[in-house]
C-alpha cells in the first residue's frame, strides 16, 4: 500500500518545519490545488518565489527546453547563460558584477566574505559587521550571525564573531556602531520576515553616507524585497540610494533555486580567483530561467502592474483595519504587505486555508501577503472578503484578547 507523504515525513524527516495540514499537488497561474483536489488563493507564493504564479508558460517554454538542452555543468566551464543574466542583472541593479549561488542564505554569505576581503585589504582590523536588530539575513552560520533576532540564534551560539547590531530606524545607535573596523553594514530596505517594516529616508541615507565615510560597504539585502515585489527592481531604489552590493534570490529563476550577490567594480575586485565559489552555482538550467523571468518582468510590464495593484490591496487593508479594530495597523509596500494584529496571527493562517486563502504568519501578530506579482483585483478583492469573514468571526468569539494597544 502506498504511503501517506505527511505519515512519511514524520518518521523520516528532521521536525524542523510547522507546516500547515496540506499536500500541495499543483498550481496554475495564482491558484493551487492539494491532493484532495481542493483549490487554495496562493498569497504566499513559495515565500515570495513564484513571482509569476505557477505554470507561466513562457518560464515552462525555458525550462523544458533547457532542461533537454543541458542542466548542469559546473563552473569549470562557460556556458551560453551565466553571462548575459549578469549582464542583465548588472543592468537593473546598477552593479558591475555578479556572483551566482543557490540561495538567499549563500548570497549573504558570499557577501560577508566579500566585505571581508574588501575591508582587510585595508586593515586587518576591518572585518566587523554592522546589522539591524528584527533583521532576517538566513540560516546558515554567517547569515545567522547579521541576523538580529534572538530566536533564530540562541540555539547556536556563539556565532560568527565581529557582528554587531544597531536599532532599526535608529540613526543616532547606528551611527554609534559604524566606526573604522567596519567592513560593512547590511540592511533589508524593507524587512520581511522580522514583519514588513521599510527602513526611513533618513536612515537609509545616513546608512550611505556613514559606510561612505568609514569605507564600509552598504549590503542590500533584496532577496525579499528585490526583482519587482515592491514595483521596482530593488526596494533600495526607492530610496535613491546606490549600495555597493546588492543581494537577490527567492524569484530569480522563476522556482528554480537561484541566489546571487553583485557589486560595484571597485568592490567585486576584491574576489580573486579561488577565493569563492559553487558547485551548483548559476547553472545553466537556473541561468536560462532567470533570463526568461526578467524578460517576462519587462514585456509584461510587470513592475508597474505590482505598483498599481499593490496600493489597490494596500487600500483594502486600510479599509479592513478600519472595520476590525483588531487589527493594529497595515503597512509594507507594492506586493509586500502585512497587517498587524493585537493578538497571535498564526490561528487565522489555519482559519484562511480552511476557506481556500493561503497566508503567512510572522513576528507573532503579523500577517503576511507576498502573493504572485500577476494577482488581479479581483484576487485582491476575494482575499479580502475572506479576511474579513475571519475578522469578523474573531472580534466576536474575543473583541481584545491582550487589552493592550498596538506597539511595535
Ligand atoms: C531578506 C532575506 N534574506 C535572506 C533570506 C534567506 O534566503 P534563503 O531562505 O533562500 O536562504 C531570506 C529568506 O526569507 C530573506 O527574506
Redo the contacts with the bound molecule.
Sequence with gaps: MKKNPVDLERKYLMQTYARSPIVIERGKGCWVWDVKGRKYLDFVAG??VNALGHGHPRILKALREQAARVIHVSNLYYHPYQGPLAAELAKITGMDRAFFCN??????EGAIKLARAFGGRQSKEKFEVVALDNS?????IG?LSATGQAKYRQDFEPLVPGFHFARFNDIQDLTAHVNERTCALIV?PVQ??GGIFELSQEFMDAARELTRRYQALLIC?E???GLGRTGRYLASQWYGVKPDIV?L??PLAGGLPL?AFLAREEVAGSLAAGMHGSTFGGGPLACRVALEFLAVLKDEKILAHVRQVGQYFYKQLLALQKKHPLIREARGKGLMLAIDLDRPSRPFVQAALDRGLIINSTHDTVLRFLPPLIIEKKHVDQACEILDALFTEASRENPNPTGQAGVR
Excluded: N, P
Design positions: 515565500l515570495g540561495s538567499g542564505t549563500e548570497a549573504v532576517f539575513h538566513g540560516r546558515t547569515a533589508e520581511g520576515e539585502d532577496i525579499q524585497a543581494l534570490a527567492k541566489g
